[in-house]
Structure formats: structure tokens, C-alpha cells
């Protein structure tokens, strides 16, 4: 029986203890997402940090929201939390998150909704699917609507 590229990675990936994965995600990446819903798009740059050790995790960066290809909004973003590996799910507990708005928008009123609603999603987010994670690439997946995020290593853990 000969395996297809993505069966054999996907053993291997299952052939990894989570300990390793724990250790693996150790390190500094820069993740940046690209959701689009009808007119509106959201764009998400973090740098997130991973120490297995501890079980923390922080991340820092920008959200932008765009209607209609014009930019509505633009959020600073921190969050600090713990996370841990179980299997291939990559869970995280945002223990503290701050969402701060960073533009003069039209409505301040809907953008301050905008902050709540992110700063809930933040908190609230689900376990990803971890897909990959070597020296170079952390890759998962959300379950819930198939969206892939792929992060490249800024620097590794200590």
C-alpha cells in the first residue's frame, strides 16, 4: 500500500507525542489572517509567544476591519492567557485581554461594539487543530469553519 503525501503527514503528525508538540510550539511567530464575510474583511497581524514550560502564551498586535474595501476600523491588540496541547488540539485561555481602538472611525458608537465583540471573541475562542509544526511553519485549523492560519517562526523558545 503506497501513501499520498498528506496520509504520511498526517501519521507523522500523529506519531508525535503531545509533549513534543508542547516543546515544538516553544517561541516567538508571526501569524496573519484574512477572513472575508460579503463585503466585509478582517485582517489580524499578532506576534504570539509560546513557553510549554509555563504554560503561557501572549500575543500583541493589529485587527483591521474593512467594509466594502475601505478601512473601518484598526484595533491594537494584547492578550496574555495559558495554553496547553492535548493530542492535536491547541487550546487557550485568554486570562487578560486588551483591545484598544487605534483609528478615528465615522461611528464610534459601532466601534466600540466592534471592540466588545472582538475582545469576546478573544476570550472565548475554541480549541485549533494543530496541522504542522516544525522550525519554520505552526499551521491549525478551526474546526467549527475549516479556516487554515499558518505562522512563521520569528524565534525559538529557550
Given at each position: 500500500m503506497k501513501l499520498t503525501v498528506k496520509q504520511a503527514a498526517a501519521a507523522m503528525l500523529l506519531a508525535v507525542s503531545p509533549l513534543t508538540m508542547a516543546a515544538d510550539i516553544d517561541g516567538t511567530w508571526h501569524?496573519?489572517?484574512d477572513f472575508k464575510a460579503g463585503t466585509t474583511r478582517i485582517n489580524s497581524v499578532l506576534t504570539q509567544q509560546y513557553?510549554?514550560?509555563s504554560s503561557?502564551?501572549?500575543a500583541q498586535g493589529q485587527v483591521q476591519i474593512y467594509n466594502q474595501g475601505q478601512l473601518s476600523y484598526q484595533f491594537d491588540?494584547?492578550?496574555r492567557g495559558t495554553f496547553a496541547i492535548n493530542g492535536r488540539m491547541l487550546s487557550e485561555h485568554a486570562e487578560q485581554v486588551n483591545v484598544q481602538l487605534s483609528n478615528q472611525p465615522q461611528d464610534m458608537q459601532q466601534a466600540?461594539?466592534?471592540?466588545?465583540?472582538l475582545e469576546k471573541a478573544f476570550k472565548a475562542a475554541p480549541p485549533v487543530e494543530l496541522l504542522q509544526i516544525d522550525d519554520q511553519q505552526l499551521?491549525?485549523?478551526e474546526p467549527q469553519?475549516?479556516?487554515t492560519t499558518s505562522c512563521q517562526r520569528v524565534?525559538?523558545?529557550t
Open positions: 501569524c496573519e489572517d513557553d510549554s514550560a503561557k502564551t501572549n491588540v494584547s492578550i466600540q461594539v466592534m471592540r466588545d465583540e499551521q491549525y485549523k469553519t475549516g479556516e524565534s525559538a523558545g
